[in-house]
């Protein structure tokens, strides 16, 4: 069975930086996606980041150049580093996977396993 569990996130001040970790256990996929899907209340999440197991990564434009996403094979980790934080980057934070897939899905639909989700707040 695959879990995944988020770490990280908490309360800064708008300019500041936070990392979110999501820990993945059960996952027997040789190819996947994995992606941060952060979602503020009233509205769906939307993916901001993504990266396949090939280590290609793509970013919306709200977070690019702000928002670095990467793995860490060995330790079966996701992270998420953020910089240069905004009050609109505020909401839980999820990680989602989907395996055995050629092109990574851009809306929540398409990801098969989900974490917990971790709140993340900027204040202005």
């Given amino acids: 069975q695959v879990q995944l569990v988020e770490f990280g996130g908490g309360s800064v001040q708008a300019g500041g930086t936070l ?14 996606c994995m992606a941060w899907f952060p979602q503020s209340p ?21 977070v690019k150049d702000r928002f670095t ?15 240069n934080l905004k009050p609109e980057d505020t909401g839980v934070y999820f990680c989602a996977s989907r395996g055995s897939i050629p ?3 851009a809306l929540r639909t398409g ?10 707040n900027v204040s202005s």
């Fill in 19 to 32: 990392s979110l970790s999501c820990v993945s256990s059960g996952y027997t996929y040789s190819r996947y």
């Fill in 42 to 62: 009233g509205n769906e999440r939307e993916r901001v980041a993504v990266i396949t197991s090939d280590g290609v990564s793509s970013y919306t434009d709200s």
């Fill in 69 to 83: 996403i990467s793995k860490d094979n060995a330790k079966n980790t996701l992270y998420l580093q953020m910089n």
């Fill in 103 to 105: 092109t990574c899905p």
């Fill in 111 to 120: 990801y098969d396993y989900w974490g917990h989700g971790t709140q993340v």
